[in-house]
């Protein structure tokens, strides 16, 4: 499975942005999807996760009721809604993969990663 995360940029604080994760491979509808973020000087964060069939979501305490995740599967794509940006969202974000399908917060569990996609959001 390859991934491909996009739609990063600069926003305003209090603003939207959506970031999607594209992957390759049929299999991919079997594999929970996990968004990671990485700040400048900071370990990797678990942001949020979907299972393999989207009937199960999990987030980071930080970002509940803010963010979304969906996917949608017959486009192999996984969606990230951020709403209500702050500027301590700011972040390289990552998308993975992972083949036991779940939602787990560790980053551990996840066998494929994407490149990353950087998110700004300025005060």
């Given amino acids: 499975v390859q991934l491909q995360?996009?739609?990063?940029g600069l926003v305003q604080a209090g603003g939207p942005l959506r970031l999607s994760c594209a992957a390759s491979g049929r299999i991919f509808s079997n594999y929970g999807i996990g968004w990671f973020r990485q700040a400048p000087g900071k370990e990797r964060e678990f942001v949020a996760a979907?299972?393999?069939?989207?009937?199960i979501t999990n987030y980071a305490d930080?970002?509940?009721?803010?963010?979304t995740v969906s996917r949608d599967?017959?486009?192999?794509?996984v969606y990230l809604q951020m709403n209500s940006l702050k500027p301590e969202d700011t972040a390289?974000?990552?998308c993975a993969a992972g083949?036991?399908?779940g939602t787990s917060v560790q980053s551990y569990?996840?066998?494929y990663w994407g490149q990353g996609t950087q998110v700004t959001v300025s005060s």
């Avoid at 979907?50 to 009937?55: D, E």
């Avoid at 930080?62 to 963010?67: D, E």
Wanted: proline share 0%.
């Fill in 5 to 8: 995360a996009s739609g990063g």
């Fill in 50 to 55: 979907i299972n393999w069939s989207g009937g």
């Fill in 62 to 67: 930080s970002v509940k009721g803010r963010f």
């Fill in 73 to 77: 599967n017959a486009r192999y794509t």
């Fill in 92 to 94: 390289v974000y990552y």
């Fill in 99 to 101: 083949r036991y399908g």
């Fill in 109 to 111: 569990d996840y066998d």
